[in-house]
C-alpha cells in the first residue's frame, strides 16, 4: 500500500516541494524499510559528491551489489 502525499504537507498550508534535505551521516528511510518501493529523482543524483554533472547517477567512492546489477547492452 502506498500513500501519496501533496506537497502541501496534509492541508497545512506549507510548500515541501524541493525542501528534502540529509544532513552528513544521516539514514534516510523510505516506506517502512522492510518492502521494496521506487523512488522516483526528477534531475541528477550523486552519491559521495554534491556536483554529479550532467551524469544521471554519478557516484564517488566504492560500491557493493546485492543482487542483480543489469547494465543493459553494455
Not at 50 to 58: E, I
Amino acid at each position: 500500500m502506498s500513500i501519496k502525499v501533496s506537497p502541501f504537507v496534509g492541508g497545512l498550508g506549507i510548500d515541501a516541494t524541493d525542501k528534502f534535505e540529509v544532513q552528513a551521516n544521516a539514514t534516510a528511510t523510505v516506506g517502512n524499510g522492510t518492502t521494496t518501493g521506487n523512488v522516483h529523482i526528477g534531475g541528477n543524483v550523486g552519491i559521495g559528491t554534491d556536483s554529479p554533472g550532467a551524469n544521471k547517477l554519478s557516484v564517488n567512492g566504492d560500491l557493493n551489489v546485492s543482487g542483480t546489477f543489469d547494465l543493459g547492452s553494455l
